[in-house]
């Protein structure tokens, strides 16, 4: 069998991944975002993302750019691929594809900086972000698409969460991915009803009644609400 030879222009194309990394600040749902500091898209705001190296895994190389762009050295709580792009015109450097990855970082990650080439770093609105460099508008759309639907099959909200809270708390990181409200008294009797929570046997005290704390229930899984 002869020696299968590729095309030239298969020797061009590039591989890259780029992050949607999202976290729950001050009841909002935001999106690390970085300031690109070379060309193209000098100073336009951007996923964190780069070309992979050889011998690299996708989801190591996603790991590394998140840690090389930004001060975030944590381990993301969920961390997929989800959508793979690769336009031909989308990067103006040349015929490159991008595995988009969805990573969700612990709560209470607030302080970022920038790393690496990158001129900032900031956690900005997902729902409303600035003007995105590349065709990182359409990425990040995905990334919440992708989420929104997580939340119809899989547990991912309680991801955004500490390990105990209360069931405001929950309802308001569900708001907050979906950016609508959601009746009160429907989320917790049908949230309650699915067995996915389990009284943690502590109350938070504030203002009126302690707030009773709950926990992720063993094997929890979330159906659609």
């Known amino acids: 069998m002869g020696t299968l030879e590729l095309p030239p222009q298969a020797m ?35 996923l964190p993302g780069g070309f992979v190296q050889g011998g690299e895994e996708l989801h190591e190389a996603a790991l590394r750019e998140l840690r090389t762009e930004t001060t975030v050295q944590l381990e993301p709580r969920h961390l997929e691929q989800f959508y793979t ?3 031909v015109d989308r990067d103006p450097r040349g015929r490159i594809v991008s595995v988009a ?15 690496g080439h990158t001129l900032g770093a900031a956690w900005l609105s997902a729902h409303q972000p600035p003007p995105l460099a590349f065709d990182h508008h359409l990425i990040l759309d995905r990334a919440i698409k992708r989420l929104q639907l997580r939340l119809e099959y899989a547990n ?4 955004f969460l500490p390990d105990t809270f209360t ?7 569900y708001e907050a991915i979906l ?17 996915i929570l389990t009284p943690s046997g502590e109350r938070r005290s504030g203002v009126g009644r302690p707030a009773q704390l709950y926990k992720r229930a063993k094997n929890a899984r979330v159906a659609a609400l």
């Open 167 to 173: 069931l405001p708390e929950l309802q308001g990181v």
């Open 179 to 195: 950016d609508r409200k959601l009746d009160k008294r429907n989320f917790r009797k049908r949230l309650l009803t699915l067995g």
């Open 85 to 87: 792009f690769g336009e």
């Open 101 to 115: 990855h969805l990573a969700v970082l612990p709560h209470g990650t607030v302080r970022v900086t920038a790393g």
């Open 12 to 46: 061009q194309v590039g591989l890259a991944v780029d992050v949607a990394a999202f976290a729950m600040h001050a009841g909002e749902l935001r999106v690390l975002l970085v300031q690109r500091g070379e060309l193209p898209h000098a100073r336009d705001w951007a």
């Open 156 to 159: 991912l909200a309680l991801e």
